[in-house]
């Protein structure tokens, strides 16, 4: 199995179009996560023989962290392609700038497969670790797209604080919140750029659902599926899909698992439909819990701070001495009185004080996985965390 590392000299686009073209499925490594060459040959060995041509496998921590291999099928990833550039009117796109790794299922899918599948440039970048070639890159952009997740948008609107970019048309949001309180501010950054709400999963290959930032004001409206994928929710919330575009496999633990083509699987999110068909999220699976007999939804908790805070924020959970179940809150970068008392006002306003969290710290940066999204597993337990407001018993 060839193994294309992210972090080496030997990666480049050029030898991911080979791997592409040629029939022996190929694993693509991201630079973030740290496993070695013997273990992805133990976990290739699991492969049944059918799944060792014409396959690719992206290895991806989820949202626990702990690494697992995804194996998906190259026809069903370019009939998924397909299936995007119409929804999301991508006709008029000329170009993508790259600001997340390509192992990320999600870029490698909306941008590098869509932009070899319909003869677009696809132009890298350093992201935000060099603003000043990332400005350049935005100031040269011609009718381009970007795909991002929601924390980044803080940084962007932090970065280039005075800046426009008119070139950029089309800009997708996955992988986490979709940052509706942040519209006004990617307005003024990219005043030409028609947004999205995309949803799904590294199983799903990796989309379920689609919404323009315009047909909702719910941040967690995720739209309608995508043709001929199914979502269903169970009597707990609990969301689960059908997709003829999902993974073929999943290998955990050195185990390899075959999909079954009538397999509910679950996204690890909880979820209720609309009345119009739509689908909204009510949070993860361990992001709704009781405190003095209350139901307590962070995903609702992120939306209030989101609305007074213009940084990056994150819950984690924790119990408080008594044993019952709470939240912290954490604000990046490091906050002002003045903007802590903006967030504990919204809390009382929208909310009692069994929802309230524990306590609210601050630091200069939120810990990442691969995928952009907040390690709540590394949060949790990192060092440094300043105190700023604690919830007196």
């Given amino acids: 199995m060839k193994i294309l590392r992210e972090d080496t000299p030997s990666f480049d686009l050029q030898a991911l179009e080979r ?30 023989p059918h799944l060792r041509e014409w396959h690719f496998i ?13 194996i998906g099928e190259r026809r069903r990833a370019d009939a998924l392609v397909a299936i995007l550039h119409h929804l999301q009117s991508s006709d008029v796109v000329e170009e993508t700038l790259l600001l997340l790794p390509l192992s990320y299922s999600y870029s490698f899918v909306n941008q590098w497969l869509w932009a070899r599948q319909f003869r677009r440039r696809l132009v890298p970048t350093r992201g935000l670790a060099d603003p000043h070639a990332l400005r350049e890159n935005l100031r040269a952009a011609h009718q381009a797209m970007l795909c991002l997740v929601g924390v980044q948008v803080p940084l962007l609107v932090n970065a280039f604080p005075t800046e426009t970019f008119p070139g950029v048309w ?17 307005k003024r ?9 995309n949803y799904g999963c590294a199983e799903a290959m990796p989309r379920l659902a689609l919404r323009s930032a315009e047909a909702a004001a719910d941040p967690a409206n995720i739209g309608q599926p995508l043709p001929g994928v199914e979502l269903q929710t169970d009597g707990a919330d609990r969301l689960f899909f059908r997709s003829p575009y999902r993974a073929i496999a999943l290998i955990e633990n050195q185990v390899c698992r075959e999909i079954q083509p009538d397999e509910w699987l679950p996204t690890g999110d909880l979820a209720a439909q609309d009345g119009d068909g739509a689908w909204r999220l009510l949070g993860r699976g361990n992001d709704i819990f009781k405190r003095h007999g209350e139901k ?3 995903l609702a908790l992120l939306a209030t701070v989101s609305a007074p805070w213009s940084g990056q924020c ?22 002002t009185r003045e903007a802590i008392n903006g967030v504990l006002l919204a809390l009382r306003r929208k909310h009692p004080r069994a929802h309230w969290p524990l306590r609210i710290e601050t630091l200069s940066a939120l810990p990442l996985l691969p995928n952009g999204k907040t390690d709540i597993r590394a949060l949790t337990d990192l060092a440094g965390k300043a105190v700023v407001w604690r919830q007196l018993a």
């Fill in 19 to 48: 791997a592409w073209t040629l029939p022996a499925t190929f694993v693509l490594v991201s630079a973030k996560l740290s496993v070695d060459d013997q273990w992805l040959a133990d976990c290739a060995a699991t492969l049944p």
């Fill in 170 to 186: 089309r800009i997708h949001f996955a992988g986490g919140r979709f940052p509706q309180e942040q519209l006004p501010q990617l």
């Fill in 189 to 197: 950054l990219f005043p030409e750029a028609r947004v999205y709400n």
């Fill in 296 to 298: 307590v939804s962070l």
């Fill in 58 to 70: 992206l290895l991806t921590s989820g949202s626990t962290g702990s690494p697992k291999l995804v």
């Fill in 314 to 335: 994150a819950f984690y959970r924790e119990r408080d001495p008594t044993g019952e179940d709470g939240c912290v809150l954490v604000l990046t970068p490091l906050a």
